[in-house]
């Protein structure tokens, strides 16, 4: 049954991926993630066999665990992406503010003269 509901789950998620893109509320480059995540959570809600055979490669003893360690690789992996975007984003807000700035100002001494 909870097979089922990743299959299901997973489907609808690539579907709302896709529908935020096309209202271009959500750029390209980060939705790729999120359809890989999904694709990956189809993958083993089909063949769900497959994480028990990763999981003897690397010699783990409880299966979900491993899928656990990778969820939280990827979600650490993402969130400091996140982090360098929202930097980048912020050094370019501070260096537009004080152009901004300096515009109005050559602007105002221009209107006084």
């Known amino acids: 049954m909870i097979y089922y509901f990743a299959i299901a789950f997973s489907i609808i998620f690539i579907l709302f991926i ?12 980060y939705s790729i993630l999120w359809l890989i995540a999904s694709i990956i959570i189809l993958i083993v809600a089909i063949l769900p066999n ?12 409880y299966p979900p665990s491993l899928m656990f360690l990778f969820a939280i690789i990827v979600l650490g992996a993402y969130i400091i992406h996140i982090t360098v975007v929202i930097t980048k984003q912020n050094k370019m807000i ?10 109005k100002e ?7 003269k």
Do not use: H, M, P, S
């Open 94 to 103: 501070v260096k537009l503010t004080q152009e901004l700035g300096i515009l």
């Open 50 to 61: 497959l994480i028990t055979i990763v999981a003897r490669k690397f010699n783990v003893y």
């Open 18 to 29: 896709i529908n935020l893109v096309k209202k271009d509320k959500l750029d390209e480059k």
């Open 106 to 112: 050559k602007i105002e001494k221009k209107d006084i």
